[in-house]
């Protein structure tokens, strides 16, 4: 009996010799990744200090981008939360329970409360991210029925048309267009805090409209027209790309959005009237033919 109580002292003493020695090691490994965290914090710019608040996203610059962007935020909570939830609950766990022998454990068929947990936590987790997704989703394809500004978009391979519905604006009086080639990005002009609507077509292929800071995109579908409305908030100029991979030349399908002011958007306007380009263009006519030269022409 004596001999095992000394065997069992001797167990402990080494089980905590082996603890205050695990410490040791990893307190300054600890204090140098804080210290570096801190360093690499305090190092940062403004701007990457903003983004990584963001999560990777670029600056907000529509009126809908909010509601994606608290969204976005949301989910990273919602799945950091779960994480640490699980990962607190395993470690104290194997913190509680553990032993100094190699005995077996009591073993149980089931645990009924357990198992309930696990089953329902679940459905409530996904109800709670369904239902803020709705509202996301409802708040950013809100439509309103009469847009202050219509812009007409095709997508084509492999490039972009930019139709301007301005005839019923005084300033300008004529709509008027704009179209890229695969060895000419096209730039998109459009007024800042006016409501805008594109209506996005395609002559050959999908493609899909996307603008990164504006946080959505859409599918561009021949035979179909779909429609986004949006507000731009900060004037600047933004990048505006393909984001559905449509063959050879999908890398080309890039544009250039510059929000504007509104004098501005309609002094471009003008400009494309005395380029003489009026009337609208719908793309090539024979957009899945096969290209005759290096440049496709867009009308």
Not at 8 to 36: K, Y
Not at 134 to 143: F, P, S
Not at 181 to 193: A, E, F, S
Request: with cysteine; charged share 15%.
């Amino acid at each position: 009996m004596g001999s095992r109580t000394e065997r069992s002292a001797v167990n402990d003493m080494t089980v905590r010799a082996a603890r205050r020695r695990f410490r040791s090691r990893v307190r300054p490994g600890l204090l140098a990744l804080s210290m570096f965290g801190l360093l690499f914090l305090t190092g940062c710019s403004p701007e990457l200090v903003a983004q990584m608040k963001r999560l990777g996203f670029p600056p907000p610059a529509s009126d809908r981008s909010p509601y994606i962007l608290n969204l976005w935020i949301g989910s990273w909570i919602a799945a950091f939360a779960v994480g640490f939830i699980m990962w607190g609950v395993i470690l104290w766990a194997a913190n509680r329970y553990k032993t100094k022998h190699a005995k077996m454990p009591p073993q149980n068929r089931y645990n009924l409360p357990m198992e309930i947990f696990y089953t329902v936590a679940p459905f409530i987790i996904i109800a709670v991210l369904f239902y803020y997704t709705v509202l996301a989703q409802n708040a950013v394809t809100a439509k309103a029925p009469n847009p202050e500004v219509t812009i007409d978009v095709v997508g084509q391979k492999w490039s972009w048309t930019f139709n301007y519905k301005a005839a019923d604006n005084p300033a300008v009086g004529q709509d008027v267009w704009e179209a890229g080639t695969i060895n000419k990005t096209p730039d998109l002009y459009i007024p800042v805090n006016k409501l805008i609507q594109f209506n996005l077509t395609s002559p050959d292929v999908i493609h899909s409209f996307w603008v990164p800071s504006f946080y959505e995109k859409l599918d561009v579908i021949p035979g179909r027209v779909n429609s986004l409305q949006l507000r731009p908030t900060t004037e600047g100029v933004l990048a505006g790309k393909c984001a559905e991979l449509c063959g050879t030349y999908h890398s080309a399908m890039l544009f250039n959005v510059h929000v504007v002011s509104e004098n501005e958007y309609n002094n471009y306007l003008k400009s494309l009237v005395a380029k003489g380009q009026i009337g609208e263009a719908k793309g090539p006519a024979q957009a899945n033919a096969p290209a005759r030269s290096s440049e496709e022409g867009t009308r």
